[in-house]
C-alpha cells in the first residue's frame, strides 16, 4: 500500500510536470506512437479485411498470416528491425513493429464483422437490385461496424501497451519512466509509469466501448429491444403460473 501510495505521490509532483522530458510530453510521444500506428494498420487491414468478408475468398491466408504476427515477439522484432533499419531510423522500426502488431484485430474485426451478417439480408439487398458496391457500403459496412470497432478496441489496447518497449531504443512514451526507475532501482516510479499506462488504455477503451456501441444501426436495437420485450411477456405468465 505504501508503495502505491508513493508511486501516486510521484505522480503529482511538480518536478514530474514542469522543465523537459516531463509527464506530459511522455504522454503525447505515447500518444502519438500509437495514434500512428493505428492509424496506418487500419489503412491496410479494414479494406483487406472487408474484401475478405465480401467475398468469402482469403479468410484461410488472412488468419494464418494473423496468427503468425501474434506470434512474433514485439520487442525482439523491435530489435531485429532496427539492427536491420540501421539507429537513424528507429522510429520507423517501432512504428513498423506495433503497426505489425495491430494489424490482427482489425484484419480479423473488418472480416468477421461482414461475415456475422444473416445471408438473408444479403439476398434481400441483391432482390431489390442492389449492385455489390452498395450491398457492401450499404448493408455490410454499417452492420458490421459493430465488430470492427470490436476489433480496434482489442488493437489499440494492445499497442498501447506495448508502445512501452520504445523507451528501449531512446524513443520516449510513458516506458521511459519504468525503465529509467528500473535503472535506479526508484520502484515508486516504475509502478507510477505503470499506473500510467494503464490507465491510458483503460480511458481509450471506454472511448471505444461507447464508439461500439453507438455503432449499432438503430434498426437492430429496435429491433434486439422488441425480442427483449416479447420475451419478457411470454416469460411472466409461465412464471406466475
Known sequence: MSLF?????????????????????????????????????????????????????????????????RAVPSFGLLLLLVLLMGVLRKPEAAVITFVLLAIPSLLAGAYSGLEAIDRRVIDAARAVGMTQWQILWRVEVPLGLPLL????????????????????????????????????????????????VALLALLLDALLALAQRAAVPTGLRAGRADRGASARRRTVPATSS
Open 5 to 69: 501510495l508513493d508511486a501516486i505521490a510521484w505522480i503529482f509532483a511538480p518536478r514530474q510536470w514542469q522543465g523537459s522530458g516531463t509527464l506530459g510530453e511522455l504522454l503525447l510521444q505515447h500518444l502519438a506512437y500509437s495514434a500512428a500506428s493505428v492509424a496506418i494498420a487500419v489503412v491496410i487491414a479494414v479494406p483487406l479485411g472487408w474484401a475478405i468478408g465480401h467475398t468469402g475468398k482469403g479468410r484461410e491466408v488472412a488468419v494464418a498470416v494473423a496468427g503468425v504476427a
Open 149 to 196: 470497432i470490436g476489433g480496434l478496441r482489442s488493437a489499440v489496447l494492445q499497442v498501447v501497451a506495448t508502445v512501452t518497449i520504445a523507451a528501449y531504443i531512446g524513443l520516449g512514451g510513458l516506458g521511459q519512466p519504468i525503465i529509467a526507475g528500473l535503472n535506479l532501482r526508484s520502484f515508486d516510479q516504475v509502478l507510477g509509469g505503470a499506473i500510467l
